[in-house]
């Protein structure tokens, strides 16, 4: 069932030169128009099932803001129909309407009101709002009394003190401590699998990578990308580099994996291969073995300068290890066209058992955000086994060595045991 | 339109009235007299009034010689008159003073002049009461002549409302009319009998007079107030005309500008 059905929505902002020009417009209704529109949002479609979870990313300004606002329905959409059905909390802006003099109980029973509750709904959910919010005895003292913690806590406890049908979530959003913030994302699980749809809008890849089935990317107030979270955020990874969808290209490789390539393809990366010390191509590694990373790029236009770079990521998209030529010292100058280089890093797989891929990059400088010649995600998939040390949890391998001693016991040490 | 509107209002009367209460509360929490002062700044505005018109420039009102009549004259102009600058001026500014929550929040935006009208409303049901009770007191309590009022001050607050929306969704776009309207207010209140009797104005500057609703429905409660007697209806119906136009500006200008009003502010 669909919650959330968006058609062709757009959002415009108009422009005036003046506010001389916008009284001529309310006044003379005939005449030309005297804005120019700035379009924040154009063209977006998505829909929305019942208990899914989608995540939204973009860079600043690519319009994630409007079209929650639009979503959560403060701001009207300029083009385009949106249909909702069910009930939306958004925990966008907490403690917004509270009131510094009053005492928590009494805004929390303001906040229910705004969100449309009587007195009498909100009196019945009261006791379990407090309960969620831990503040103790200061529910009864006014608010400008709390710490922010305090303050956010209660807030968060009222924003979600009844199931939402549709829950939009910030990043930004950190309540409190540590303690308080695992206590608020359980309660959102908790929420999800009862039925709720989520709408995360975060930068951070492994949160979004292990809470969302699909991610929309948004660019230039355009839906640019929309798919499965590994698929989606390495394009939006591959879009924060190259600043440009057109730059970008995405295949389907026959293991499965959707492999993103982008930038300005100056140098590109032909082949590469992850090969044991002897030579052989490997994709299944015993953890702690010695590899050897191949890496063949190919000079298409003369530069001055190349960095090339290597990241391993975990299936969740963490970086496990990167490095580049610049920072192992080697600089790559004056390469003319037709040129072929052949990198080779050799490093020992100390890596937890697991899939993983590789990330090449090209790039002029050390960072790969200024002239990127080739960023490529996804390029190599291998996995790493253990077979042969010890079963460890996580991703690194420490390689720890145990030695156990065995006190004997004194015999007064016993007497004190008994006494 | 105007029905999900009222709809809307309905379902959010908690909200409505816990807003109520709270700028009640809130704008005598901190004063140790508390509520006392919205009676007090009424109290002392009528006494300056009375000394300086009644006492030293001598006015009189026709057929009436004693300054209390010259009171009651006053408080029949002031009082309304107080009830109606509130609403214009708290409703031309309450879409800006709370653009935060609009921006922020998803609830029926009509609630917040809804929140002021009954604001004000109660600021003078309490002020009005008591003028009321001091006219039982001094037995000048006008008699069955007082139910003449509600009719009167329904056509002044449908006036205002009209008025203080449009101006409210207006100021939005050009922040000018906070400013213009304050002047206007002033020029307003001088321009209507409230302070002096019409009596006193010249011959040639009655026809222009007459443009002004207000006068007539100041005149109908200073008859009810004062006189006991029934005001003249017909004279009410241009300023009804004008009430029933100004409100139906607000509603199409609502309709028209409330989307863009969120972009604006």
């Given at each position: 069932m669909t919650i959330l059905r968006i058609q062709n929505l757009g959002k415009a902002y108009k422009r005036y030169f003046s506010h001389w020009a916008r009284l001529a417009e309310w006044c003379l209704p005939?005449?030309?128009?005297r804005h120019h529109v700035h379009w924040a949002l154009q063209d977006v479609n998505c829909e929305i099932r019942h208990g899914e979870a989608i995540g939204i990313v973009g860079m600043n300004g690519a319009g994630k803001s409007t079209l929650l606002k639009i979503i959560a329905g403060t701001t009207q959409p300029s083009s385009g129909s949106i249909e909702m059905n069910g009930r939306i909390a958004a925990l966008l802006e907490l403690g917004m309407g509270f009131h510094p003099d009053f005492t928590g109980r009494q805004n929390v029973v303001m906040a229910g009101q705004l969100f449309g509750f009587l007195v009498e709904e909100i009196k019945a959910i009261l006791p379990e709002i407090e309960a969620f919010a831990e503040i103790g005895d200061y529910i009864d003292q006014p608010v400008r009394t709390y710490s922010s913690g305090m303050l956010m806590r209660l807030a968060f406890a009222v924003a979600t003190a009844q199931r939402p049908d549709l829950l939009i979530v910030d990043e930004a959003l950190s309540v409190g401590d540590s303690y308080f913030q695992h206590k608020s994302f359980r309660r959102i699980r908790t929420f999800r699998d009862e039925g709720t749809t989520l709408l995360l809008v975060s930068h951070d890849r492994s949160a979004i990578q292990s809470i969302c089935d699909r991610v929309i990317v948004l660019h230039d107030g355009k839906v640019v990308k929309e798919g499965p979270a590994e698929e989606a955020m390495d394009f939006y990874h591959a879009l924060l580099a190259a600043r440009d969808v057109k730059l970008i290209r995405q295949e389907r490789q026959t293991y499965g994996k959707v492999q993103t390539i982008s930038g300005g393809g100056e140098v590109t990366v032909s082949e590469i291969r992850l090969l044991t010390e002897d030579g052989k191509p490997v994709e299944a590694i015993e953890t702690g073995t010695n590899v050897r990373l191949e890496i063949t790029a190919r000079v298409n236009k003369p530069v001055s300068e190349a960095v090339m770079g290597f990241m391993i990521k975990d299936r969740l998209g963490q970086i496990m290890y990167g490095i580049n030529s610049y920072r192992m010292g080697q600089t790559i100058e004056h390469l003319t066209a037709g040129e072929q280089m052949v990198f080779c890093f050799q490093f020992a797989m100390n890596l937890g058992k697991g899939n993983y891929s590789i990330t090449t990059a090209i790039s002029k400088?050390?960072?790969?955000?200024?002239?990127?010649?080739e960023w490529c995600d996804g390029g190599v998939i291998f996995s790493v086994l253990n077979t042969k040390k010890a079963d460890f949890a996580g991703s690194v391998s420490l390689d720890a060595t145990l030695s156990v001693q065995r006190l004997s016991v004194s015999p007064e040490a016993k007497q004190d045991d008994k006494s | 339109m105007v029905n999900t509107q009222i709809k809307a209002i309905w379902s959010y009367r908690g909200f409505i009235w816990g807003s109520v209460q709270r700028e009640f509360q809130s704008r005598y929490r901190n004063s140790l007299l508390g509520s006392f002062w919205a009676i007090l700044t009424p109290l002392a505005t009528i006494l300056i009034y009375t000394l300086i018109f009644s006492r030293l420039m001598q006015v009189r009102l026709p057929g009436m010689n004693d300054t209390l009549a010259y009171s009651i004259y006053l408080c029949a102009g002031i009082l309304t008159w107080g009830l109606f600058a509130e609403i214009i001026g708290r409703c031309q500014t309450v879409f800006l003073e709370n653009a935060n929550m609009i921006k922020k929040l998803t609830f029926p935006r009509i609630c917040l002049p809804v929140i002021v009208v009954l604001n004000a409303g109660l600021n003078f049901l309490i002020i009005f009461g008591l003028f009321l009770s001091f006219l039982v007191l001094v037995g000048k309590f006008p008699g069955w002549v007082i139910v003449a009022l509600p009719p009167v001050l329904i056509i002044q607050i449908a006036l205002a409302i009209g008025l203080g929306v449009s101006l409210g969704i207006i100021n939005v776009f050009f922040r000018d009319v906070g400013q213009f309207i304050a002047i206007v207010l002033q020029f307003w209140f001088w321009f209507t009998p409230i302070v002096y009797p019409a009596s006193v104005l010249p011959e040639s500057i009655l026809p222009w007079y007459r443009l002004n609703p207000m006068v007539s429905v100041v005149s109908a409660y200073q008859s009810i107030l004062l006189y006991g007697q029934w005001p003249q209806w017909s004279t009410l119906v241009p300023a009804t005309l004008i009430a029933i136009s100004v409100c139906l500006l607000a509603i199409a200008l609502y309709r028209r500008r409330a989307g863009e009003m969120v972009d604006e502010i």
């Open positions: 005939s005449s030309r128009p400088m050390d960072s790969h955000l200024a002239d990127n010649y | -």
